[in-house]
T-cell receptor, first 110, second 115 residues
Framework: QKEVEQDPGPLSVPEGAIVSLNCTYS??????FMWYRQYSRKGPELLMY????GNKEDGRFTAQVDKSSKYISLFIRDSQPSDSATYLCAMRGHNNDMRFGAGTRLTVKP | DAGVIQSPRHEVTEMGQEVTLRCKPISGHNSLFWYRQTMMRGLELLIYFNNNVPIDDSGMPEDRFSAKMPNASFSTLKIQPSEPRDSAVYFC?????????????FGDGTRLSIL
């Protein structure tokens, strides 16, 4: 079993839809949780960074962490074609050894 | 602000040749990471440095791979000799570990093709 599981998709939604992206993990030592967005032929770009369980909102993006279930989510409201990208979850403990999910490829159709 | 800068953006070379990838981290960041990304294995950490010192190189696949960080603003990843299975996108990332470990910021990568 991988430490971080993420459905690679692909996921296709119409413009304006709410998108839900998820990851599960097995290592209870993970304390910091991140979501990165990666456009084609570009590096991963940090979207959200959370430490504790609960919700964190930034514009149209909401990150949710449930440590008891070892489950994290990213919600995108009012999705736009420009949100089309691969979304990677990432997590680590108190050291710098970060683990990434496989990434979910999202397409938002106009 | 300048982000992480990697060069070259693309590299195509023949098997057996030496390849050197370069990275300039974000100014002030004291941790630097080298990753490899492939379709099959996703993003894999190869090695990371803290204050220019290699901390964990357990992800370096073979002795053909080596990395250096001679100063706080420059790092190299070298493959010698290169093999076709080394073809991948190599990313450099940097972060600041004070007051607590901050998230990593990535460059746009070097797309490496070994023929």
């Amino acid at each position: 079993q991988k430490e971080v599981e993420q459905d690679p998709g692909p996921l296709s939604v119409p413009e304006g839809a709410i998108v839900s992206l998820n990851c599960t993990y097995s290592n209870s030592a993970f304390q910091y949780f991140m979501w990165y967005r990666q456009y084609s032929r570009k590096g991963p770009e940090l979207l959200m960074y959370t430490y504790s369980s609960g919700n964190k909102e930034d514009g149209r993006f909401t990150a949710q962490v449930d440590k008891s279930s070892k489950y994290i989510s990213l919600f995108i409201r009012d999705s736009q074609p420009s949100d089309s990208a691969t979304y990677l979850c990432a997590m680590r403990g108190h050291n710098n050894d970060m683990r990434f999910g496989a990434g979910t490829r999202l397409t938002v159709k106009p | 602000d300048a982000g992480v800068i990697q060069s070259p953006r693309h590299e195509v070379t023949e098997m057996g040749q030496e390849v050197t990838l370069r990275c300039k981290p974000i100014s002030g960041h004291n941790s630097l990471f080298w990753y490899r990304q492939t379709m099959m294995r996703g993003l894999e950490l190869l090695i990371y440095f803290n204050n220019n010192v290699p901390i964990d190189d357990s992800g370096m696949p073979e002795d053909r791979f080596s990395a250096k960080m001679p100063n706080a603003s420059f790092s190299t990843l070298k493959i010698q000799p290169s093999e076709p299975r080394d073809s991948a996108v190599y990313f450099c990332a940097s972060s600041l570990d004070r007051p607590s470990n901050q998230p990593q910021h990535f460059g746009d990568g070097t797309r490496l093709s070994i023929l």
